[in-house]
């Protein structure tokens, strides 16, 4: 086989799922790029969604979770936060294309003229944008992980499907690879597991043309051989091809098991790479840390979508890094946070925990529970953490029970408020582009919004600047209000301290109380910079805090 180091050509795995959604298809390809790197090799990945939105930024959490930013300010879905977390790959704008994005830019070059008059059609207009945005990350990694969203049959990935399909002629079998993830349930009643929902599925893929590589069966009982042979059998594989992924205890077990099943050989024989043996042992050592805690805190997270926690799901991977990192087992209390608006009842939703984080959002449903619960960390010295809308609101309630301004507020939340402490900002510098941002209420939805990566200095002897150890930092934003300059020094003079600012000292970016064990706001998402093996600073001295709350 040819030698990873002397192979300048990307191959490219191509990643389909079938039966039915939420299977893991983001979690396996990203374990399967851990597995990748652990031999050497260097990995990006790319997620083709089906969808018409031009991206997931203005869609409702509760259809499609979390929407997961990238350093360049690309609102993508939130299988890039598997790929980041679980690999070295950095995600941009060229790593997540929608139906919507490729029908966009082919409509686009049809009113330049771009197609000479010709009849625009899915083939090979659409499926040919489809190429070419695959195809842009040749020569960047040695290999390439693209997954399809949606399910195999979907109307409306079939245009992906066909994409593909071609590929694997342009780029040559030995370059290319199909992995299809489908589902082998077992049947309770009866006691058996059934391949037909699988042998269906093959059928579907082989009837757009394509013929699997290499099956990843979902089940909760181990296939024996006799049943990999069988699935193989009906689905012109050999039995080495077939993969249990069986469910596991926890996420970070993924790239153990599919290595045990001998995937990433798989992998190397059929795209002709030779690698030495992979360092699997940060994995091992990684589920060893996950399984064996030597303490638990309880974590409340007062949220608006709580009943679909996908919505968190960066932020739910950040404090299990942060526990991590202080050999802790975080224990999440899901809160509604329309319920804590009550006062009677929300001590005793809040009773026990040993900190509070309150996360971003938008929209003022459920915002005075959250205000509530500030109030709650503040006065009852529980340790806080405040993330976008949290932070907003920490500067919120600070104003209002603190400073004494009364009915101070956002105005998201309030345009009459006679104490605006957060504001939507007319004109602010953005460093990542070196211009000079306008915008106001009329401006497009998404084009009012701070996106991706900014820097921020940091103040000396602050909770921010000790969990960092470095006066500047760079941080991804998604959020459209700002804290209002007119109310800092009146603020500060109350007590708040300013710890981390825009360079040029114009955007308040973190907000701290000194005389608190642990309470911190910040405007950025520091969730979508966390890795399990490298936890983010903030999370991990939070959760440090709520341990030693706990023991006080």
């Known amino acids: 086989m040819k030698s990873a180091s002397t192979n300048q050509k990307t191959k490219f795995i191509f990643v389909t799922g079938g039966v039915l959604s939420s299977l893991g298809k983001g979690l396996a390809a990203a374990a399967i790029g851990a597995l990748l790197e652990s031999r050497g090799l260097t990995v990006t990945f790319q997620k083709l969604d089906p969808y018409i939105n031009v991206d997931p930024g203005t869609m409702n959490p509760f259809q499609h979770g979390e929407v997961y930013v990238t350093d360049d300010g690309a609102e993508t879905d939130l299988d890039m936060g598997h790929y980041e977390r679980y690999t070295n790959a950095v995600m941009a704008q060229k790593n997540n294309y929608t139906s919507g994005r490729i029908y966009y830019s082919v409509i686009t070059k049809e009113r330049r003229g771009e197609y000479l008059g010709g009849t625009v059609q899915v083939i090979p207009h659409i499926t040919d944008e489809i190429k070419r945005a695959v195809r842009q990350l040749e020569g960047s990694v040695d290999v390439a992980i693209i997954e399809i969203g949606g399910t ?14 071609q590929l694997r002629g342009d780029l040559g079998r030995e370059n290319s690879l199909f992995i299809h993830l489908t589902l082998v349930p077992y049947i309770k009643t009866a006691g058996e597991v059934k391949t037909k929902p ?3 599925s093959v059928r579907e893929l082989r009837a757009d043309g394509i013929q699997p590589d290499i099956l990843v069966c979902r089940t909760e009982a181990p296939l024996t051989d006799d049943l990999k042979r069988k699935i193989g059998l009906f689905c012109s594989l050999n039995t080495d091809a077939v993969i249990t992924a069986i469910g596991v205890e926890s996420i970070y077990d993924v790239p153990l098991h599919l290595h045990a099943e001998g995937l990433d050989t798989k992998i190397l024989e059929l795209l002709n790479i030779w690698t030495g043996q992979p360092n699997i042992k940060p ?5 060893h840390r996950i399984k064996n805690p030597a303490d638990t805190v309880v974590i409340a997270m007062p949220g608006k979508y709580v009943d679909l926690t996908e919505s968190y799901k960066s932020l739910h991977e950040s404090l299990v890094h942060g526990g991590l990192a202080n050999n802790v087992k975080v224990e999440i209390r899901y809160i ?3 319920d804590l608006e009550n006062k009677n009842t929300a001590a005793s939703l809040l009773d026990g925990c040993h900190g509070i984080l309150v996360p971003g959002g938008f929209g003022e449903r459920g915002v005075e529970g959250k205000i509530r619960a500030i109030t709650y960390a503040r006065e009852h010295s529980i340790p806080f953490f405040g993330i976008c809308l949290g932070m907003q609101l920490a500067v919120v309630e600070y104003a209002r029970n603190v400073a004494k301004l009364d009915k101070a507020n956002s105005t998201e939340l309030d345009s009459i408020t006679p104490h605006p402490v957060i504001y939507l900002i007319k004109e602010w510098f953005d460093y990542r582009r070196n211009i000079m941002q306008v915008r106001d209420e009329t401006s497009d939805m998404g084009g009012t919004l701070r996106l991706g990566a900014y820097p921020c200095a940091l103040r000396e002897d602050t909770l921010a600047r000790t969990a960092y150890e470095t006066d500047e930092i760079s941080e991804r934003h998604r959020h459209r209000f700002e804290f209002n300059n007119d109310y800092r020094a009146q603020l500060e003079e109350a ?9 040029d000292n114009n955007l308040v970016e973190i907000v701290e ?8 706001g910040c405007q950025f998402h520091p969730e979508f910079k966390s890795k399990p093996m490298r936890p983010h600073p903030l999370f991990r001295d939070f959760i440090a805090a709520a341990l030693k709350k706990k023991h006080d």
């Open 152 to 165: 195999v049959g979907d109307i409306e990935g079939l245009p992906f499907i066909e994409a593909i399909r």
């Open 198 to 200: 699988t042998q269906h």
């Open 283 to 287: 994995w091992q050592d990684l589920a």
């Open 336 to 338: 509604n946070a329309e």
């Open 495 to 503: 007590g708040l301290t300013i710890s981390g600012t825009s360079p």
């Open 513 to 520: 109380i000194q005389d608190h064990p642990w309470f911190l």
